[in-house]
T-cell receptor, first 114, second 112 residues
Framework: SQKIEQNSEALNIQEGKTATLTCNYT??????LQWYRQDPGRGPVFLLL?????KEKRKERLKVTFDTTLKQSLFHITASQPADSATYLC?????????????FGSGTRLSIRP | NAGVTQTPKFRILKIGQSMTLQCTQD?????MYWYRQDPGMGLKLIYY???????DKGEVPNGYNVSRSTTEDFPLRLELAAPSQTSVYFC???????????FGEGSRLTVL
């Protein structure tokens, strides 16, 4: 069965440093991978999508890489701020046809200390 | 623009009771999803739908049923509620072209 692993349950870093979160998957070759942010008591919010033919994607202080050989995505937040503290989830489309069956990893809880 | 709306926000059920969680979206999205999230965990896909009249099982479908009679609505039915179904339930929708999911605010269900 498809499996998505986010390597750290929690990550605690100093403000201003770069946070790097990892998402690994097995038994599938997704056409794209997504990252979401979730604050306590709220639904996840979409951040970035990266397709299988894209190596890297950027949005402001966020950067995502996608290595389909390693079956891994890295999510970076540069110049981190306390407001970046949240849980970050990666998601894959594991549907076998045109259907969009999106499953999530367990998330990494990121804490940025001042 | 309301986006994805879920009702109720909170509900307490007794073991064996049944209920329906409502989800509606006003973005004309074809794809809709139900997830559950247990404390400190990620989201698990219960059921999803790629359009009106079409539904399919996700990772954890047992104990749940869905229907999709219109593009806007995707209700989730719990039959014979069990304590293991205590969770926060999220509904989401997406346009086929982008894949980006838009989530509702969640429905917190407790089964006692």
């Amino acid at each position: 069965s498809q499996k998505i692993e986010q390597n750290s349950e929690a990550l605690n870093i100093q403000e201003g440093k770069t946070a790097t979160l990892t998402c690994n998957y097995t038994n599938y070759s997704p056409a794209y991978l997504q990252w979401y942010r979730q604050d306590p008591g709220r639904g996840p919010v979409f951040l970035l999508l990266i397709r299988e033919n894209e190596k890297e994607k950027r949005k402001e202080r966020l950067k995502v890489t996608f290595d389909t050989t390693l079956k891994q995505s890295l999510f970076h937040i540069t110049a981190s701020q306390p407001a970046d503290s949240a849980t970050y989830l990666c998601a894959l489309d594991v549907g076998y046809s045109s259907a969009s069956k999106i499953i999530f990893g367990s998330g990494t809880r990121l804490s940025i200390r001042p | 623009n309301a986006g994805v709306t879920q009702t109720p926000k909170f509900r307490i059920l007794k073991i064996g009771q049944s209920m329906t969680l409502q989800c509606t979206q006003d973005m004309n999205h074809n794809y809709m999803y139900w997830y559950r999230q247990d404390p400190g965990m990620g989201l698990k896909l219960i059921y999803y739908s790629v359009g009106a009249g079409i539904t399919d099982k996700g990772e954890v479908p047992n104990g749940y049923n869905v229907s999709r009679s219109t593009t806007e609505d995707f209700p989730l039915r719990l039959e014979l509620a069990a304590p293991s179904q205590t969770s926060v339930y999220f509904c989401a929708s997406s346009a086929a072209e982008t894949g980006e999911l838009f989530f509702g605010e969640g429905s917190r269900l407790t089964v006692l």
